[in-house]
């Protein structure tokens, strides 16, 4: 589909539940993202790395914690999730965040995540 | 806070017609402005991107850019059942992120 991986497609959790998001871009970008989507909602930027450097954390609540190990590979970390945080989950990569404005991002296909 | 809008439809348009999406932002700073179309359980991906006041074509689409007016808009001529979607508008900001619009669904009717 695109050079942006996620697994798993659909996750099921309860709110005391852990479990982790995984992203893979194979497009050699420096700059990786998280997103939530919801319905009828903008796109919300949650967490940006660049360089393996987190760059932006929007506000996120601490029961979500990102993990950027190389410029290839992003987590999410997910710990007592509330059901709002029900959602898809996006995770995009670009050439490099902080080259302006004709860095166009790539996104991968979702994580569906429901929380009970 | 800086805004992108859409209106969020559904718009409907006949097959064969030019379906106009439109978009506008607040932030008079922007330099950069996407579009991307997401079909319904996919995920968004780049179909223009456009910078400079004007209009920008590719192929059957194109981009139109008003920065005194805040306005982008993107124009599908002989619109085809397959280019039913949801259309986000992105908007590069002064604050170096990207700003997105909720999203317009268009339906082209056969």
């Known amino acids: 589909e695109t050079g942006v991986t996620q697994t798993p497609r659909h996750l099921v959790m309860g709110m005391t539940n852990k479990k982790s998001l995984k992203c893979e871009q194979h497009?050699?970008?420096?700059?990786m993202y998280w997103y939530k989507q919801s319905a009828k909602k903008p796109l919300e930027l949650m967490f940006v790395?660049?360089?393996?450097?987190?760059?932006e954390n929007n506000s996120v609540p601490s029961r979500f914690s990102p993990e950027c190990p190389n410029s290839s590979h992003l987590f999410l970390h997910l710990h007592t999730l509330q059901p709002e945080d029900s959602a898809l989950y996006l995770c995009?990569?670009?050439?490099?965040?902080?080259?302006?404005?004709?860095?166009?991002?790539?996104f991968g296909p979702g994580t569906r995540l429901t929380v009970l | 806070q800086k805004e992108v809008e859409q209106n969020s439809g559904p718009l409907s348009v006949p097959e064969g017609a030019i379906a106009s999406l439109n978009c506008t932002y607040s932030d008079r700073g922007s330099q950069s402005f996407f579009w991307y179309r997401q079909y319904s359980g996919k995920s968004p991906e780049l179909i223009m991107s456009i910078y400079s006041n004007g209009d920008k074509e590719d192929g059957r689409f194109t981009a139109q850019l008003n920065k005194a007016s805040q306005y982008v808009s993107l124009l599908i001529r002989d619109s085809q059942p397959s280019d039913s979607a949801t259309y986000l508008c992105a908007v590069w900001g002064s604050n170096y992120q990207l700003i997105w619009g909720a999203g317009t669904k268009l339906i082209i009717k056969p």
């Open positions: 497009l050699g970008h420096n700059a």
């Open positions: 995009a990569s670009s050439q490099d965040s902080t080259s302006g404005r004709t860095d166009t991002q790539y």
């Open positions: 790395y660049n360089f393996k450097e987190q760059t």
